[in-house]
């Protein structure tokens, strides 16, 4: 199906009002959302600057919370994309270390200059995230199901191009590379943060300013009705999770800039990226979502990781505690979306 000539998204909206603008005022809740991710930010920062001695300063804070971040956040603010359309994506947590491992082989092992080997791990990125796209769009796969089998892809490719999974050092070997991540343009600020910064303003423009992200929005809210629109929900769908890959790589970029390329890099950050996203807001069932919540919730896990290790506590009950939050978070989420559905 093809774009109606003439018709537009906006001139079909009041024929087709999501769920949510039933109620309260869809911009309202989600502010109210947001500022709710905020306090509880704010509140678990109080909690671990009293509780935990070291916790509260600015090496701390930016050296360790904020780094410890970037890598859910820039996956995180990719994957926002694709939960607001109602889809999921499994396979970004080890997309990291294929991409990482990809960044590596160019450099090093192509030895590539700098500029063609970061433009050549985005396309390895933008590839994955356009075959999950063409799978689920095209293919009519579940994501789950897709992402899922990709996230397989994505763990064993990196042991076979690493020859049984050997680290290639980037970070040491090649200094340039290595301060994507560690440099500082602005003075004891690291790069990585600095990136992250950027990309999440990127996202934010993607979501809120451009037909890119109005369409996103509007397939997650009303599939049907949006292809009834004349909008190719296929292919946006495909440049969707094509765009999310872009933001896997620049993850596994600043993650092998920082501690070099791992074939087992990123393994597991799926579930907290997706929780960040959950914990910022954005409805898993698709049509609601913000790229500012989603950078409020990397930091809560990035907070919540710190502390916990700050205090000693084993690395256990930091598994519990963190599984704890993300059912909070997807029970909240549930409970949003049946108020959605009664007002």
């Known amino acids: 199906m093809t774009e109606t000539a003439g018709v537009s998204l906006e001139q079909q909206k009041p024929e087709e009002p999501p769920p949510a603008a039933r109620g309260m005022n869809p911009q309202l ?22 509780a935990a001695d070291n916790f509260l300063t600015y090496d701390n804070l930016v050296n360790n919370v904020l780094l410890s971040s970037v890598l859910i956040g ?24 294929l991409t990482g491992m990809a960044a590596g082989t160019f450099l090093i092992t192509w030895d590539l200059p700098l500029g063609l080997g970061l433009l050549m791990t985005l396309l ?37 191009i690493s020859d049984n999974g050997a680290t290639i050092y980037l970070n040491t070997q090649f200094p340039p590379y290595a301060d994507l991540s560690g440099g500082t343009l602005i003075p004891k600020f690291p790069n990585a943060v600095l990136i992250f ?3 999440a303003v990127i996202a934010w423009v993607l979501l809120n300013r451009t037909v890119f992200g109005r369409y996103a929005v509007s397939i997650g809210s009303n599939e049907e009705a949006t292809a009834l629109s004349g909008i190719n929900v296929r292919k946006w ?5 094509s765009v999310a890959g872009i933001f896997t790589a620049c993850a596994g970029i600043l993650s092998s800039a920082r501690i070099g390329a791992s074939p087992t890099a990123g393994g597991g950050l799926e579930l907290q990226a997706i929780a960040a996203v959950v914990i ?14 989603s950078v409020i919730g990397a930091l809560i896990i990035g ?9 000693g506590v084993p690395q256990e009950w930091q598994y519990v505690i963190l599984g704890v939050v993300i059912l909070a978070a997807v029970y909240v989420d549930m409970l949003r979306s049946k108020n959605s559905e009664v007002v």
């Open 29 to 50: 809740r989600m502010r109210l959302q947001q500022l709710a991710a905020f306090a509880g930010l704010v509140i678990i920062t109080i909690f671990f600057s009293i």
């Open 74 to 97: 820039v996956l995180a603010i990719g994957t926002t994309f694709v939960i607001v359309t109602g889809g999921i994506d499994l396979s970004i947590g080890w997309g990291i270390a």
């Open 124 to 160: 390895v990125g933008l590839l994955l995230g356009f075959v999950n796209g063409f799978n689920v769009s095209i293919l009519g796969m579940p994501p789950f199901i897709a992402t899922l089998a990709m996230m397989l892809v994505c763990q064993g490719l990196p042991l076979v």
């Open 197 to 199: 910064l950027v990309l």
């Open 237 to 241: 769908k495909l440049i969707i999770y």
């Open 280 to 293: 910022g807001g954005t409805s898993l069932a698709g049509g609601k979502g913000t790229i500012v919540g």
């Open 303 to 311: 907070v919540l990781n710190n502390g916990l290790q700050i205090m």
